[in-house]
């Protein structure tokens, strides 16, 4: 699997977990609820501010953003 899938499910992973919709997580990094579901399903990627914006709303540090080995290796 690519990163760019990786990373997407990393982030939905996140966002389930604080039980938000990727309307909300949208309004809170600034992007809209397409973006959202570009970037969950690893058909894009995001700037530098976003991701920080990411790291802050599931308060965590950047790099735990890319930290999915722990689930997602086939």
């Known amino acids: 699997m690519d990163n760019l899938k990786l990373f997407g499910k990393r982030i939905r992973e996140l966002r389930k977990q604080k039980a938000i919709t990727q309307e909300q997580l949208g309004e809170i ?9 570009n970037l969950e399903t690893g058909n894009c990627f995001t700037t530098m501010q976003t991701i920080e914006k990411l790291a802050k709303c599931f ?16």
Do not use: A, P, R, T
């Not at 990094?29 to 579901?37: A, R």
């Open 29 to 37: 990094v600034g992007l809209d609820v397409k973006q959202i579901s």
């Open 59 to 74: 308060d965590c540090e950047i790099y735990q953003l890319f930290n999915y080995s722990h689930k997602f290796w086939s």
